[in-house]
């Protein structure tokens, strides 16, 4: 094992246990996805395979990425993650050759998962290129950098996007992208258990109501919930510093913090789906 392999490893911590909510679709990507990946004996016998390419798509914050690190950290397979921006570069050449890189060094590191993040960056549809030459380049290359991709490379594509009406027609054909899945925005269960996990360990007082706060969160995202669990602590943590006297977290105190974070989530953004 490389010390790059460890390294990949090792970093992702993620279990389905930091997920909250979304059992349906949990269970969708354990059978589909994880099953030929961990039980390969049983998957060889029955004639199971892993699809190649999955495209994740939904609004933001609300989980692909977790899903694919517990997907990966389950099956004991490398997760290498690619935000397509960082990949970007102004220099004739520079992102091919790192697109390129990308793909070699995930083949060195199977069996893993290449998660391209903002995957619209470079498949956004030939007729809506904003007339940069890199773009187009780019597409073609991922299309023939998966195209040659075989099934025993032990690889598997995943796409991430918030604007799936965006992609070129070409990424989601048979043998690319062509498992797709939504991830919603949580529902009031998800958002319950979303705010159980990002409160864990923290000194919450009686009168702390998450049911109550699930049911007032609609369109906020996981992320949002997260932020609004660490920005109260936070706030509390602080007052406890400057005031020296301990004290729990308050319902009061969550509040506070949602009167003024807004859901990131808009209605325009739902119906686009
Ligand atoms: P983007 O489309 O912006 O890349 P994403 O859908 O990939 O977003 P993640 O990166 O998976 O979102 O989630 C961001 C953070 O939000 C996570 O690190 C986690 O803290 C929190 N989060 C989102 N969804 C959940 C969830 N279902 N359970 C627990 N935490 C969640």
């Not at 995930?106 to 470079?122: G, M, S, V, W, Y």
């Not at 799936?164 to 498992?179: E, H, I, N, S, W």
């Not at 006297?245 to 989530?265: H, L």
Request: glycine fraction near 8%; proline fraction near 4%.
């Amino acid at each position: 094992q490389s010390k790059n392999q460890k390294k990949i490893g090792i970093e992702n911590k993620i279990t389905w246990d930091d997920i909250g909510g979304y059992e349906g679709l949990k269970k969708e990507i354990k059978e589909y996805i994880e099953l030929p990946l961990k039980y390969e004996g049983i998957a060889k016998k029955y004639g199971l395979k892993a699809p190649k390419g999955i495209l994740l798509f939904g609004p933001p914050g609300c989980g692909k990425t977790l899903m694919m690190r517990a997907l990966a950290n389950d099956a004991k397979i490398n997760f290498i993650y690619v935000n397509i921006s960082d990949i970007m570069s102004k220099w004739y050449g520079e992102s091919e050759a790192r697109l390129k890189e990308l793909f070699a060094n995930a083949r060195k590191n199977a069996p893993c998962i290449l998660f391209f993040d903002e995957i619209d960056t470079i498949g956004v549809k030939r007729e809506n290129h904003t007339g940069d030459s890199v773009t187009p380049r780019l597409l073609s290359l991922m299309l023939s950098e998966i195209d040659g991709m075989q099934s025993d490379d032990g690889m598997i594509i995943v796409g991430s996007t918030n604007v799936p009406q965006m992609l070129d027609k070409a990424l989601l054909r048979a043998g690319r992208f062509d498992k797709l899945l939504f991830v919603s925005p949580p529902d009031i269960t998800a958002r319950k258990e979303i705010l159980n996990i990002h409160c864990k360990g923290k000194p919450l007082a009686p009168d702390v109501d998450l049911n109550k706060i699930a049911e007032m969160t609609e369109r906020y995202s996981g992320a949002d919930l997260a932020n609004i669990c660490q920005e109260v602590a936070r706030k509390v943590a602080a007052e406890v510093i400057e005031s020296g006297k301990e004290r729990q977290i308050q319902m009061k105190d969550f509040m506070d913090v949602i009167k003024t974070y807004k859901p990131s989530i808009t209605l325009q953004m739902l119906e686009d789906y």
